[in-house]
């Protein structure tokens, strides 16, 4: 494990020995910066941390200077893959070592659980970057990803694009299943699926389908700019655009997907610039998403849509041979 001798800290703990009390001035800090870097509002995640640390349920480390904790990192196993949840080091510690070791806890927690064969891990606060850090490279790959922002002020002014035989609706979670169907098919080969294996299969999309709608990681779900695209005929899903809130008047695209039947119709851009119209009524200001490198048609819609560059940052996978 990395030496933490940069901030004289003293050897990495359990998150479980830790208070919720204890991790306060670094989940402020981290909201902080969330809401500097990104105009998101951390408030909600850090409120869950709190809770799960609160009733030792959240698995993890912390690194230490005396009293103080300097960093921490948490994560979650779903069948076979974990899951890195977060990783944050406050300011005055924040070195590649004490990243790297944070990051090298986890993996080894992980490595070491039963039936875990997967890793993935999308941690916005890095200092350094993510392949400079990444223990176990022989497991390992990164995705370069972009967090886009756009301002919602000449959204009213994109023009409509009318899809022929197609029926745009708002979603609701009775759809749930079908958009589940949905994703798996439109992701079949494609990048995303590498970085997010839920994309892989419909049981999978309907897990990070049910995590967009109930958990805040990707802000509060806003069902009054998400749509549904359906033939105007049968009623067969054709595409979608969820949406939600990540400060009071910021909005957030969590996912935009179209089935391969429909691409290159504008039905795509026709579903985000009603959930960009939403989301201006609601009286946000703007609007964020995120998007990897390598999907280009994805950049150059949402660039078309005035969409700019804001933050980068890596998705990680640690994949078992």
Not at 39 to 64: K, N, T
Not at 107 to 117: E, F, H, N, S
């Amino acid at each position: 494990m990395a030496a933490l001798s940069d901030c004289h800290a003293e050897p990495l703990i359990e998150l479980r020995r830790v208070t919720a009390e204890h991790l306060v001035p670094l989940l402020e800090e981290e909201t902080s910066a969330w809401n500097t870097q990104l105009e998101w509002d951390f408030r909600p995640s850090a409120d869950l941390v709190r809770r799960f640390v609160h009733i030792r349920a959240l698995s993890g480390f912390v690194l230490m200077d005396g009293s103080e904790i300097a960093g921490y990192s948490y994560y979650v196993c779903e069948e076979s893959k974990g899951l890195i949840g977060d990783l944050y080091v406050r300011q005055n510690y924040r070195t590649a070592e004490n990243e790297r070791a944070l990051l090298e806890a986890v993996l080894g927690a992980l490595t070491q659980t039963p039936g875990i064969r997967r890793v993935e891990a999308q941690i916005m606060m890095l200092g350094s970057p993510a392949d400079r850090l990444a223990p176990y490279k022989n497991w390992y790959r990164s995705y370069p990803r972009y967090y886009l922002r756009a301002a919602l002020g000449d959204a009213v002014r994109l023009p409509s694009r009318e899809v022929p035989n197609i029926a745009i609706t708002p979603w609701g979670e009775e759809r749930q299943q079908e958009t589940a169907r949905l994703i798996a098919s439109a992701y079949e080969g494609h990048i995303d699926s590498q970085v997010n294996d839920q994309y892989c299969s419909p049981g999978g999309a309907s897990r990070f389908l049910m995590n967009i709608v109930q958990y805040p990681g990707c802000g509060s779900f806003f069902a009054p700019a998400s749509y549904a695209a359906a033939d105007a005929k049968t009623g067969a899903l054709s595409g979608i655009s969820l949406a939600s809130l990540i400060a009071a008047d910021v909005g957030h695209i969590t996912q935009v997907c179209v089935a391969p039947s429909h691409r290159g119709t504008g039905l795509g851009y026709e579903l985000m610039r009603r959930s960009l119209l939403a989301l201006a009524a609601h009286g946000c200001r703007s609007v964020s998403l995120t998007v990897t490198a390598a999907n280009e048609p994805a950049l150059r819609l949402y660039r078309q849509m005035g969409f700019e560059h804001r933050h980068n940052f890596t998705a990680c996978v640690w994949q078992a041979h």
